[in-house]
């Protein structure tokens, strides 16, 4: 499972070395990169972007570059460089990606002004590769896996409306004529909100997929360049990759499962 690596810096100098380590490690086998941003806090709080997130999943770096510029720069921290599809801003943008607020307590405060941020999506196999390269030319190292967070709610929260829609069809069937309207209405809302669900984990399956797929091309490149001791440990990461697009799939088709069957009790 891919981690996101925020290294900070106390230069801008510094701060490319260490983008340049990352992709040197990635070239080396160490570890996959699947994407790369750098960002800085001037004197005065305000957050740029001074290298765009290079994603090769379309999103995930991206998308934690907006969301950490827009919950630590807050109103003062106008973002420079950026598009709007990269805003995110939230702290459930943030869990939406798999990134939970202690990371962002911890970036945070590494991120201080007058400081710059290289923000990495990676799969390693051990951290000490990363952290002697970025120790080396000054950089502080924080790590988040990319947790399944949305995609547990999504699942959760379809099994209780599974069991509140089935609840409001046995209270309809037994109910008086004057008290049906109110509970129609109720009725309409949960279906409402299980194709809102069902929508949802599409989405995130479609996303899934793709994001996977993009990775395994990364990794297979890798492996075709990779001598024999580290092919090994690559393919390793390939079998871990599809393990977790396995496990995250499933969750979301078992949602998908539990909608149908409530729609065609």
């Known amino acids: 499972m891919s981690k996101f690596v925020v290294t900070t810096f106390n230069t801008e100098t510094n701060a490319y070395e260490g983008m340049r380590a990352l992709r040197e490690l990635h070239a080396e086998g160490e570890l996959t990169l699947y994407g790369l941003a750098v960002i800085t806090k001037d004197t005065n ?9 290079d994603d090769l999943t379309g999103t995930a770096v991206g998308s934690l570059v907006g969301a950490l510029v827009g919950v630590l720069g807050g109103p003062a921290g106008v973002i420079v460089g950026m598009t709007t599809g990269m ?33 990495a999506e990676v799969d390693e196999d051990w951290i000490t590769p990363l952290d002697t390269r970025m120790e080396a030319i000054g950089g502080s190292v924080a790590r988040e896996w990319r947790s399944d967070f949305e995609e547990a709610e999504i699942a959760k929260e ?24 109110k509970l129609q209405t109720r009725i309409n809302e949960v279906k409402a909100k299980l194709d809102e669900l069902s929508g949802r984990a599409q989405t995130k399956l479609q996303k899934l997929d793709k994001d996977t797929n993009a990775k395994i091309d990364a990794l297979n490149d890798q492996i075709a360049k990779a001598n024999a001791a580290t092919k090994a440990r690559i393919k390793e990461r390939l079998v871990e990759l599809r393990a977790d697009r396995d496990r995250r799939s499933a969750k979301l088709r078992e949602a998908g499962t539990l909608i149908k069957e409530a729609l065609a009790a």
């Open 158 to 181: 379809t099994a209780a409306r599974k069991a509140e829609f089935a609840q409001l069809r046995a209270e309809m069937a037994q109910s008086r004529a004057d008290a049906k309207a």
């Open 87 to 119: 805003m995110l801003g939230s702290i459930g943008d943030l869990l939406n990606i798999g990134v939970g607020t202690d990371f962002v307590d911890k970036v945070s405060g590494q991120l201080a002004p007058g400081k710059t941020a290289v923000i």
């Open 45 to 53: 709080g305000k957050l740029s972007v001074r290298e765009a997130p």
